[in-house]
């Protein structure tokens, strides 16, 4: 067997003779038999039958128990009631008591609710273990034959119980415990070379179970209850083997001669005897010198260990020349040493055993153990900063990136990202920057970045990865990775826009990036007939003059009949008649500009208009004819005049500045900049850009712009 390599660590402190030497005074000279505690009370039991009660303040009070010894006691948790075995007489004949401790009788001691013997078999046999279930009702008591008489019913009254006697082992039973999970119940039993198990759920149908050839001494065995599966725990020479109703559980490998176990929250407290001038190793439960007490050289003497067992630390060990009893009660550990003084081991707050850690930078144990006492988020996540930036300090960045990204949510990821923001970490950064987005914490900075980052490393699969999520919820802001990809890999934007439905953009890009008319124009007559009519709007120019052909096609059916050409043309509710077919058209006069230098296009769409419609307004027919006419006569400000009969000014002034003509742009801004003001910004930008505009048009529209405080 491999030997585990236990850490160690102080997390008790050690306060001595804590009882002031009453309990000694009580003993006397007599040898505690038994020690057990609960409901706010020490109890010890010693071999003259006398029974010692220790309250909060070191108070001891005793009564008579027993005339001749008494062998083993057991304070019920969360009841008043003490359960005793003992004899009133020389010889094998014990006898078990109940007793109320909170009801004095009228001496003033407990009052002793029951009295019962308990012999197996009507035969005289010592008795060697006992074990009180927490409900009252269960109980088990071993001998030194292997015999064990359970108890059903309402333990405080004799009559009401009824008792069967199990015997599979003709060897002493040494440890009993009884373990309830749900509605089961089950009895482990250890001897000095066995430990099995007994379902004791149902009455007259206890089926035996064996766990293992091996077993343990008496006081070396104790059910870890608040452990997950609540272990049986026997202690060896070798080790600290561990049992639940499904068979063998962990193995602690500590070596030592065990002569008692106990147990309280997560520690298991082992008193192992060690003999003098015995070398130490790495794997013995044996300590440094302490100040217990002082050793002289060359004697045995007892190690007392309290292991950490979740989290595998040895939190206390020291050594003491004798241990009598070891018991846990108001938050901590008490031990009586062999000349009656008390001991009480008092667990550090967890303030001071994380100090403790942080000086070593024992961050990974700091944290595990503040998450086993349940420590609070914020607490946690200072931690976890702390040990980031000691990972960091030590060139270990993958390793800080994991605990960094154990903060988010609570650190301003400014702090982390500052450390990393260098070329030659930009991978650990683009590892937190994904965390950051995955918890919903990323801003539109952060998806900038990221893609960034994406880009920087030539990860084109990872940034197609990050945008085209599958199955899971979108962690970022689509609009911005639009805006990032665009300048980066167009054809991804692309998708991304159109994944997520962000029309305009994919329009945007197919049209002002990749010059893609046409399939700009297909995709538009994908949409509803809305988007379809309020992009035309905007993009209507440039793809009258690009894709004069199919436009046009576009613009006859969007102001005629519009429907989405990835949908059939009739609805199945139309067929079945359940509702009329609704149809959605655009008002014509809308885009009638769009045609100002393609006459030809615009006589092909207003024809159209009144072929498949007579009832438009006059402008349509005003328009047709005048355009025709224009047309004849190659008569341009036959165009002019039809925008101005249409109030189209933006177009009027758009036909000046594609002409050059500085003196009209004026004119037309003056004309009729009181009716449109935008007329005088959108000169404005349109010279300012063009280089080869004369600069006194530029200072004659800024002069007006101000004079009228545009």
């Not at 217990?292 to 989290?311: A, M």
């Not at 005088?680 to 010279?687: E, K, R, T, Y």
Request: proline letters at 3%; charged letters at 25%.
């Amino acid at each position: 067997m491999a030997f585990l390599e236990w850490r160690r660590f102080n997390f008790f402190d050690l306060k001595k003779e804590v009882d002031g030497g009453k309990i000694a005074t009580a003993l006397s000279d007599a040898q505690v038999t038994a020690a057990t505690s609960g409901n706010g009370t020490l109890v010890f039991g010693d071999y003259t039958g006398n029974v010692h009660l220790v309250n909060r303040t070191y108070d001891v009070t005793t009564f008579r128990a027993y005339d001749f010894t008494l062998t083993l006691a057991q304070q019920v948790q969360h009841s008043t009631f003490l359960f005793t075995i003992g004899e009133d007489e020389p010889g094998c004949n014990p006898t078990i008591k109940v007793w109320n401790l909170a009801k004095p009788d009228k001496q003033g001691n407990p009052t002793c609710l029951r009295i019962s013997r308990a012999i197996p078999s009507y035969r005289a046999v010592p008795v060697t273990a006992l074990c009180v279930h927490t409900s009252l009702t269960l109980m088990a008591v071993g001998f030194g034959d292997g015999s064990i008489m359970l108890y059903r019913g309402d333990l405080t009254r004799e009559r009401k119980n009824k008792i069967k006697v199990l015997k599979d082992t003709n060897v002493s039973i040494t440890g009993l415990a009884i373990r309830s999970t749900g509605k089961q119940n089950h009895l482990f039993v250890a001897t000095p070379n066995s430990v099995f198990l007994y379902n004791v759920t149902i009455k007259d149908k206890e089926f035996k179970s064996p766990l293992d050839t091996m077993g343990c001494a008496r006081k070396c065995s104790v059910l870890a209850e608040s452990m997950q599966d609540s272990h049986f725990m026997i202690g060896r020479n070798d080790a600290i083997y561990c049992y639940t109703p499904d068979g063998r559980g962990p193995c602690y490998a500590v070596e030592g001669q065990k002569i008692m176990l106990e147990w309280f929250r997560s520690y298991l407290v082992i008193i192992a005897k060690e003999a003098a001038n015995v070398p130490r190793t790495s794997t013995t439960i044996s300590a440094k010198p302490s100040t217990i007490e002082p050793i002289p050289p060359g004697v045995d003497k007892h190690v007392i260990t309290v292991l950490d067992i979740q989290n595998k630390f040895i939190v206390f060990s020291a050594p003491m020349l004798s241990v009598q009893a070891v018991l846990s009660e108001w938050g901590g550990f008490f031990i009586l040493s062999g000349d009656s003084k008390l001991y009480h081991l008092d667990e550090k707050d967890l303030q001071s055993k994380l100090a403790l850690l942080f000086k070593k930078n024992l961050y990974d144990i700091s944290i595990r153990i503040a998450k086993n006492q349940q420590y609070d988020a914020e607490g946690l996540v200072d931690i976890f900063r702390q040990y980031g930036d000691h990972l960091y300090s030590k060139g270990d960045h993958n390793g800080a990136i994991e605990q960094y990204i154990k903060t988010i949510g609570k650190l301003e990821p400014s702090y982390v990202i500052r450390k990393f923001l260098d070329s030659q970490h930009i991978d650990n950064l683009t590892t937190y920057l994904q965390a950051l987005h995955k918890n919903g914490q990323a801003t539109e900075d952060h998806t900038t970045l990221l893609l960034n980052c994406y880009t920087k490393l030539n990860h084109t699969d990872k940034l197609k990865e990050f945008i085209m999520t599958k199955d899971r919820e979108v962690d970022f802001d689509v609009e911005i990775a639009i805006k990032v990809c665009r300048q980066a890999s167009p054809e991804d934007a692309l998708l991304l826009a159109q994944k997520h439905g962000r029309h305009e953009w994919y329009l945007r890009i197919q049209i002002e990036d990749k010059h893609e008319y046409k399939k700009a124009l297909e995709y538009m007559a994908t949409l509803e007939f809305e988007e379809a009519e309020s992009n035309m709007k905007k993009y209507g120019n440039i793809l009258i003059e690009n894709v004069p052909d199919e436009s046009t096609q576009f613009l006859k059916a969007l102001c005629t009949n519009y429907r989405p050409s990835n949908q059939p043309l009739v609805d199945q509710e139309t067929l079945d008649g359940i509702v009329d077919q609704h149809i959605d058209k655009a008002n014509p006069e809308d885009f009638i500009h769009l045609f100002l230098n393609n006459s030809e296009r615009l006589v092909e769409f207003l024809e159209h208009l009144v072929k498949t419609h007579t009832k438009w307004s006059t402008l349509v027919y005003n328009t047709l004819v005048r355009t025709l006419s224009s047309c004849l006569h190659s008569f341009r400000r036959g165009l002019l005049f039809l925008y101005e009969e249409s109030k189209l000014y933006q177009e009027i002034l758009r036909f000046h500045l594609r002409e050059g003509d500085s003196e009209q742009i004026l004119a037309t801004c003056k004309r009729f900049g009181h009716q449109d003001p935008n007329l005088w910004v959108q000169a404005l930008w349109s010279v300012a850009r063009n280089k080869e505009a004369p600069a006194k048009l530029l200072a004659d529209i800024l002069a007006y712009i101000g004079i009228f405080k545009i």
